[in-house]
T-cell receptor
Framework: DVKVTQSSRYLVKRTGEKVFLECVQD?????MFWYRQDPGLGLRLIYF???????EKGDIPEGYSVSREKKERFSLILESASTNQTSMYLC?????????????FGPGTRLTVL | KQEVTQIPAALSVPEGENLVLNCSFTDSAIYNLQWFRQDPGKGLTSLLL?????REQTSGRLNASLDKSSGRSTLYIAASQPGDSATYLC???????????FGDGTTLTVKP
C-alpha cells in the first residue's frame, strides 16, 4: 500500500514563527502536492511538484514556499506564520507520467497559529 | 475555471438503506474523477478512480459512475452501515496542467 506520512498531526505555533511541514511518501511517486482545507472553502492547492527540485504554484501560494530536495520528501514552509494560516494541511502524492493516476493523501497536519 | 459541486451537503439515512451521492463539474475536459472518504480530523482515503474513458467503477458495496458529457458522477453505496458515516468528496483532474479540483463534500450519517 502507498504510504504518505506527515511529520505532525497537530502543531501550535506563534505569529511570525517560521514553520516547516514535512511530507514523505514511500512509493517512489514523482508528483507531490500540498493542500489546505478550511470549512466552507474546501481543499485548495498551495503548491505542487512534478519531480525533484521542481515546483509549481497552486491556487493560493502567497505566504508559503516549498522544498523538494529528495524525491520522497516535500516540505511546506510558512516563512512567517500568521493567524489566517491556521488550517488543516494535507499532502498528497501521485505516480508521474500521467494525470490518469490516483492521488494518495497523508493523515493531515492541523496547524494552529496563535 | 472548473467548479465541482456536491449536493446535498449532508445526508442522514437509516442503516441498511441504499444511497446515492452526487457530484457535478462544469468543464468536461477531465482526465479522471476520484471519490474520497474523509473521517473527522483525518486525511482523505481514496475510494474509487474513474478514468475519463470509463463509465463506472466498482469496489465492494461502492459503485461510481461517470457521465462526462453531462458533467456528472454518482457514488452509490449499497446496504449502508454506521461505519460508512464520513464525509465523501469527489475531485476531478483537469487536462489543464493535471490539477485537481475538489467538491466541498457530502457528510453522510448512517443511523443504527
Amino acid at each position: 500500500d502507498v504510504k504518505v506520512t506527515q511529520s505532525s498531526r497537530y502543531l501550535v505555533k506563534r505569529t511570525g514563527e517560521k514553520v516547516f511541514l514535512e511530507c514523505v511518501q514511500d512509493m517512489d511517486h514523482e508528483n507531490m502536492f500540498w493542500y489546505r482545507q478550511d470549512p466552507g472553502l474546501g481543499l485548495r492547492l498551495i503548491y505542487f511538484s512534478y519531480d525533484v527540485k521542481m515546483k509549481e504554484k497552486g491556487d493560493i501560494p502567497e505566504g508559503y514556499s516549498v522544498s523538494r530536495e529528495k524525491k520522497e520528501r516535500f516540505s511546506l514552509i510558512l516563512e512567517s506564520a500568521s493567524t489566517n494560516q491556521t488550517s488543516m494541511y494535507l499532502c498528497a502524492s501521485r505516480i508521474a507520467g500521467s494525470s490518469y493516476n490516483e492521488q494518495f493523501f497523508g493523515p493531515g497536519t492541523r496547524l494552529t497559529v496563535l | 475555471k472548473q467548479e465541482v459541486t456536491q449536493i446535498p451537503a449532508a445526508l442522514s439515512v437509516p442503516e441498511g438503506e441504499n444511497l446515492v451521492l452526487n457530484c457535478s463539474f462544469t468543464d468536461s475536459a477531465i482526465y479522471n474523477l476520484q471519490w474520497f472518504r474523509q473521517d473527522p480530523g483525518k486525511g482523505l482515503t481514496s475510494l474509487l478512480l474513474i478514468q475519463s474513458s470509463q463509465r463506472e467503477q466498482t469496489s465492494g458495496r461502492l459503485n461510481a459512475s461517470l457521465d462526462k458529457s453531462s458533467g456528472r458522477s454518482t457514488l452509490y453505496i449499497a446496504a449502508s452501515q454506521p461505519g460508512d458515516s464520513a464525509t465523501y468528496l469527489c475531485a476531478v483532474v483537469d487536462t489543464n496542467a493535471g490539477k485537481s479540483t475538489f467538491g466541498d463534500g457530502t457528510t453522510l450519517t448512517v443511523k443504527p
